[in-house]
């Protein structure tokens, strides 16, 4: 099992790559940067896990070399969110990465599971398949944006409110839409441990505003130094455990993800029916197989607040993934 993180050496990548290390079930471990990588290939080679590190730059074929025989490639490269910046400024920058990474995918490991971190994923999701397209390897089924740093913030934050933080690991919580402000939909209704029922509407609603926008708290609080790094790290690991563990064989990992509707029509096309719109993307509740997207499935029994929340989403969100789509359209691929 082959794992590649292409960004390995920035503030996501290398404790991500660290957390892929110490998963037993990766034989090969690939870390491709434009610096660093090889010392953070080296430093990681000496922890006793199986994994086989070993790091590249971009002379001598790096990215293709790093990419030949993947299994599992994570995307968290790009720059992260300072103060004051919109997920539309990370745009130009990290649209521009993104587009020349999935090229050398294209090239180089079509047939690998791409795991999408790089902010905005709402938009970057897209580039990543339009460029597929255009190099006429698109599989909608192999292409999933990295959403879950939401879903583990609703659990901690769930269980905060319980009152038990012990609960975290086992609070489950639908997040669905996208991974962006109010494109992002947690659905609490839904959650294992259901919140008490005296809570009051102002405290529900703060709730969802901080799963919502939980990134703008750390960019605060790291004052310029940076964004979600270290969680969104704990997040991507656990995506790509889910995803690696479904290739091996197991059955029923179902978890929230971005995804191309078309990677199961049947469940694409029924979800599409429950929105009311039609959008080429979306991150539901995805049961994970051997080929990538098994099923997608629809968002369930929601409440009229819920309801309301997925209708904010939907106008942003048919915005973001056009805007991916129209950045490759305008691209000399």
Request: glycine share 10%; aromatic share 4%.
């Amino acid at each position: 099992m082959k794992a590649v993180v292409l960004g390995a050496a920035g503030g996501i990548g290398q404790p991500l790559s660290l957390l892929l290390k110490a998963n037993p079930a990766v034989t090969e471990l690939a870390l491709y940067d434009i610096v660093n990588a090889p010392g953070v290939a080296v430093d990681l080679s000496h922890i006793a896990t199986p994994a086989k590190v070993e790091g590249y730059l971009p002379p001598d074929d790096g990215l293709e070399k790093a990419l030949t025989g993947a299994d599992v490639i994570v995307i968290p490269a790009g720059i992260p969110r300072k103060p004051g910046m919109t997920r539309d400024d990370l745009f130009k920058i990290n649209a521009g990465i993104v587009r020349d990474l999935a090229k050398a995918i294209a090239t180089t490991a079509p047939k690998a599971f791409v795991l999408v971190i790089s902010n905005p994923v709402n938009s970057t999701v897209p580039i990543v398949a339009e460029v597929f397209k255009k190099k006429g390897v698109f599989d909608p089924k192999r292409i999933f944006g990295v959403t879950t740093l939401d879903v583990v913030r609703a659990s901690t934050f769930v269980s905060e409110i319980l009152g038990d933080r012990s609960l975290s690991p086992s609070v489950s919580v639908p997040v669905v839409g996208g991974h962006s402000g109010v494109t992002i939909v947690p659905l609490l209704s839904q959650s294992s441990h259901p919140l008490p029922s005296s809570l009051d509407a102002s405290t529900v609603d703060g709730l969802i505003n901080r799963i919502q926008f939980g990134g703008d708290e750390v960019v605060k609080a790291k004052d310029g130094a940076g964004s979600a790094t270290l969680s969104m790290a704990y997040a991507g690991a656990e995506f790509a455990g889910k995803v690696i563990r479904a290739i091996k064989g197991e059955k029923g990992i179902v978890a929230p993800t971005f995804v191309n509707l078309a990677s199961d029509k049947t469940g694409g096309d029924a979800l599409k029916k429950e929105l009311g719109k039609e959008l080429e993307y979306f991150s539901a509740p995805v049961e994970l197989g051997v080929d990538g997207v098994a099923k997608i499935n629809g968002l369930g029994k929601i409440n009229d607040a819920e309801k309301a929340l997925v209708q904010a989403a939907l106008p942003e969100l048919a915005v973001n993934i056009e805007k991916g789509v129209a950045f490759v359209e305008a691209s000399k691929l």
